[in-house]
T-cell receptor
């Protein structure tokens, strides 16, 4: 079966711009989460969505937002990009609580 | 707040040998899940093994097994018969499930398997 698909794989943006990242979870998975990975901060939780509802959000500024559609696909948006937003953004999905997430290959965002 | 500590930034092992990666965590909750994830250079995070805190039996998946000590809040990963393909970053992660799911990751251990 298809895994978690994230697009695009790589992205280069300029400071001040905004960006939208996309994630298609495994079919049947309703929980979708996003994580930011940087060398300095490691892996940090951004948000979790379940059946189109944001259930939890990490400690990130309001420039980071997301949503989930009725088909469980999710997008995250970062507005007014800063250099520090350069990171690997990972999306993950799971079928049920405690299953263990299946991760996508990530989107590498570079802000210049 | 929950925290996960991996005290070994890097480890090396030779092919066919056994290696143990350490992980400790801190929580006041009683019901939770623990995971080990592997992240090879391809960067995709792969679930290696999963442990439910209410199960005393240690989880095993082929060459991978854990030593789960709930009272000590310790969750180490043992890799037997190490293979070159085991070379990767290994992350220990903790998950509470309280109406939402959120993984808290350790800082990772870089494992190098050499011939």
């Amino acid at each position: 079966k298809a895994g978690v698909t994230q697009t695009p794989r790589y992205l280069i943006k300029t400071r001040g711009q905004q960006v939208t990242l996309s994630c298609s979870p495994i079919s049947g998975h309703r929980s979708v989460s996003w994580y930011q990975q940087t060398p300095g901060q490691g892996l940090q939780f951004l948000f979790e969505y379940f059946s189109e509802t944001q259930r939890n959000k990490g400690n990130f500024p309001g420039r980071f937002s997301g949503r989930q559609f009725s088909n469980s696909r999710s997008e995250m948006n970062v507005s007014t990009l800063e250099l520090g937003d350069s990171a690997l953004y990972l999306c993950a999905s799971s079928f049920t609580t405690g299953d263990g997430y299946t991760f996508g290959s990530g989107t590498r965002l570079t802000v210049v | 707040a929950q925290t996960v500590t991996q005290s070994q930034p890097e480890m090396s092992v030779q092919e066919a040998e056994t290696v143990t990666l350490s992980c400790t965590y801190d929580t006041s909750e009683n019901n939770y899940y623990l995971f080990w994830y592997k992240q090879p250079p391809s960067r995709q995070m792969i679930l290696v093994i999963r442990q439910e805190a209410y199960k005393q039996q240690n989880a095993t998946e082929n060459r991978f097994s854990v030593n789960f000590q709930k009272a000590a809040k310790s969750f180490s990963l043992k890799i037997s018969d190490s293979q070159l393909g085991d070379t990767a970053m290994y992350f220990c992660a903790f998950m509470l499930t309280m109406g939402f799911q959120k993984l808290v990751f350790g800082t990772g251990t870089r494992l190098l398997v050499s011939p």
